[in-house]
């Protein structure tokens, strides 16, 4: 069983950045094609970006631009850098594998507010 941490979240203004951190146990993190999803207040989770085993990121059109996905494997972390960040952007943000694999981790908190 593979278990997540997220951290780095925080309240920012519009136009903000920040860094979200995934940390994962279990040594087969390498091999997953690993995500970061979000879930607004109402809304149902979705898919932010994604980045296979071999460092390919793919985004949703709504953050394409101005979110990066990477990965560390040896550290088995993903992060998603956050820039330009918008109110529409305030969600709990969480990371798993991209086919949802195992257990939510508690996610972190952004508010992007002025």
């Known amino acids: 069983q593979v278990q997540f941490v997220e951290s780095g979240g925080g309240l920012v203004q519009p136009g903000g950045s920040l860094r979200l951190s995934c940390a994962a146990s279990g040594s087969i993190f390498s091999t997953y094609t690993m995500a970061w999803f979000r879930q607004a207040p109402g809304k149902q989770r979705e898919l932010v970006a994604q980045i296979t085993r071999r460092d390919t990121p793919t985004y949703a059109d709504s953050v394409k631009g101005r979110f990066t996905i990477f990965r560390d494997n040896a550290k088995r972390t993903v992060y998603l850098q956050m820039n330009s960040l918008r109110p529409e952007d305030t969600a709990v943000y969480y990371c798993?594998?991209?086919?949802?694999?195992?257990?939510w981790g508690q996610g972190t908190q952004v508010i992007v507010s002025s």
């Open positions: 798993n594998t991209v086919l949802s694999n195992f257990s």
